[in-house]
């Protein structure tokens, strides 16, 4: 069976990323995937401390995290895992402060300092990213988001094999704008947005989950 897991950067756990990724695993589970749905923000844990002893030559943590708190039993996870998706809201450009901090623990231990960074991550899996933000389409491109997005997607590739990103644009970011300073908004556009696009990046991101468990099915059992 494959086991596909998704980690929620945002701190909301019933808003636009949470659904998203829950959509994502029941494509997963769809055909015949085992998954889990982790959320960083019920964790206590830093980024990288940067004392180096994943790369120590012959260290007992080479290759390995040695800081010991609630992400070392997640890290252990994602080790065991045949696909993984990742999800986060866009805070000031970029994803949230628990998604970077996640994405230091992870990838860091794995990257050789060899002229090739080769990876010690012990097989090829797939991985996927989805982003939500309130930006429209337009914003997107204007401030450069895109390139951000490509280049975790690149460094993904790069550990653990095959990877994609789904973007999910001008989402809803209250129920009732009436309740906050929102005036750049246009309530009305932003309402029938989620009504009429989102179901269909909830589709979009259920067939992601279905083609990542569908290729986890492709990674050699250890």
Same mark, same amino acid.
């Given at each position: ?58 260290? @007992?943590?080479? *290759? ?10 997640? =890290? /252990?996870? %994602?080790?065991? !895992? ?58 997107? @491109?204007?401030? *450069? ?10 460094? =993904? /590739?790069? %550990?653990?094999? !095959? ?60």
């Amino acid at each position: 069976m494959t086991n596909v897991i998704a980690i929620n950067g945002s701190p909301r756990k019933t808003w636009n990323t949470a659904m998203l990724l829950e959509r994502a695993l029941q494509g997963a589970a769809s055909v015949g995937g085992e998954t889990e749905l982790i959320h960083l923000y019920d964790l206590d844990f830093k980024g990288c401390t940067s004392c180096f002893t994943c790369k120590l030559v012959g260290g @007992k943590s080479y *290759g390995w995290c040695s800081v010991q708190d609630d992400l070392t039993p997640v =890290l /252990e996870k %994602i080790q065991d !895992a045949d696909a993984f998706i990742l999800g986060s809201p866009i805070y000031l450009g970029t994803a949230t402060g628990e998604m970077r901090s996640f994405l230091e623990r992870l990838v860091f231990p794995y990257l050789v300092y060899d002229p090739g960074r080769s990876t010690l991550f012990p097989k090829k899996i797939p991985t996927a990213f989805i982003y939500t933000m309130g930006a429209d389409e337009g914003r997107v @491109k204007e401030m *450069g988001y895109e390139m951000q997005f490509r280049l975790t997607e690149m460094l =993904l /590739e790069r %550990i653990f094999g !095959a990877s994609e990103s789904l973007l999910v644009t001008d989402t809803l970011q209250f129920d009732d704008y009436s309740k906050y300073v929102s005036s750049a908004f246009d309530t009305a556009a932003k309402a029938q947005r989620h009504r009429v696009v989102f179901p269909e990046d909830c589709k979009k991101a259920f067939a992601l989950g279905k083609r990542l468990a569908q290729a986890g099915n492709n990674v050699p059992r250890r």
